[in-house]
């Protein structure tokens, strides 16, 4: 089992950013891998970024070069920097935790929502 709370979001206007903070109730270095997802009102929820058990990171498309996901091990918390945030990055922000490695996620955070106004 593994809890996860997410802080971090609010609102922010366009080109700002955000940090995003999820701690586990677990040593978060035995987790295989853990991620940011976001959901927009309609949308599917989307892999925004993935961190694996060696230290590998992973980038949805529409995020690659702004967005930057990091992890403390100390702290047992999983990070994800935002930077110039568009009005499209406007969802609830999930962490997710998969302890077998491949971003199919067992356990999710209750979510955050992040805002960007143009």
């Known amino acids: 089992q593994v809890q ?15 940090r995003l903070s999820c701690a586990a109730s677990r040593y978060i270095l035995t987790i295989g891998a853990m991620g940011w997802y976001r959901q927009a009102p309609g949308k599917q929820r989307e892999l925004v970024a993935g961190i694996f058990w060696d230290g590998s990171t992973k980038y949805g498309d529409s995020v690659k070069g702004r967005f930057t ?49 143009s």
Do not use: F
Not at 82 to 109: H, I, Q
């Open 69 to 117: 996901i990091s992890r403390d091990g100390a702290k047992n918390t999983v990070y994800l920097q935002m930077n110039s945030l568009k009005p499209e990055d406007t969802a609830v922000y999930y962490c997710g935790a998969d302890p077998s490695g491949t971003l199919d996620v067992r356990y999710w955070g209750q979510g955050t929502q992040v805002t960007v106004s």
């Open 4 to 18: 996860l709370v997410e802080s971090g979001g609010g609102l922010v206007q366009a080109g700002g950013s955000l």
